[in-house]
């Protein structure tokens, strides 16, 4: 279990802009449960209304899926959620802690520590070998070299890319960069996984075989997950979703194509926590099994 983030003040947290909210220092409605919660982020980008009055929750363990078309605001949803960006007003947790009264610099300790990304773009460092790409979050972490190569090394081959080990990002193609970065997100064990429409630029044959490869990784460590991708039958592969449409949450999205789950349990749930105490649907738990495998029933075509 990891610590809550560190909310000591730095000299460089110019961002304090919600430190002296009324309630900004707790949260009242938070369940042990929750990983992250937001509530009623709005956030607009240079003038322009981004994200507007957005609340979910991630419980431990679960993947929730953020769908919409390009320019939903789903990039900017996670950016908040990650405290990448601060909204202009709402509220996000981080297992119980405040995330919007933070300064830049404890952001990006919580980003450090506790998160893992991983974006559309496999934006790993080029002078780098896979492994060395793989090690660096546990390097910044404070984690001794010999364990950070034998963790890197280990989750190379777990998402199938170790004996492209030694090569270097503009040896391997698309698709082997971007499960380094899976390796690299997951291989630091964070206590959340943004996954930013993760195989959208990959060729068609690869994308559901990758999004399931990071799926039961993170599924089979309890990782929880918040998967952004603009296609709605990706929710067929999360617990919970929640649809966006110019900035605002619609609920659950439509899924076109039947999820495989079990009877009765409907389609993916609302992530507002709309639908009741767990509106998963989903048959097993935090470290359970490989549960994301069988569970589509249609084909991405994300
Ligand atoms: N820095 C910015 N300045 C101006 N507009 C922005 C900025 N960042 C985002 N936007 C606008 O906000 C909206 C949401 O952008 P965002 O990238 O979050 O959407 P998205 O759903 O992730 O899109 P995509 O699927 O194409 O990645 C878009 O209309 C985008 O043009």
Known sequence: MVAPPDSTDDADDAEDTHADEPGGTGNPTATDTDVLRAEALHYAADGVPVLADVSLTLREGEILAVTG?????????????AGQVVPDSGKVWFRGSPVHPLGAAARERLRRDHFG??????????????????????????????????AATDWLARLDVGHRARSRPAALNRTERQRVAVARALAARPAVLFADDPVAGLHSADRALVLRTLLSAARSHAVPVVLASH??????????????VDGRATGAPAVTCGPARPAGSGR???????????????????????????????????
């Open 69 to 81: 078309p390009p320019g939903s605001g789903k990039t900017a949803l996670l950016r908040c959620l």
């Open 117 to 150: 990304w991983v974006g559309t773009q496999p934006q790993l460092v080029p002078e780098l070998t896979a492994w060395e790409n793989t090690a660096l979050p546990l390097l910044l972490r404070g984690v001794r070299p010999r364990a950070a190569r034998a």
């Open 231 to 244: 296609a709605p039958e990706t929710a067929t592969l999360a617990d919970r979703a929640l649809g966006l």
């Open 268 to 302: 993916a749930g609302r992530a507002d926590g709309a639908d009741g105490a767990d509106g998963a649907g989903r048959s097993g738990g935090p470290g359970g099994s490989d549960d994301s495998e069988g569970k589509t029933t249609c084909s991405l075509s994300v």
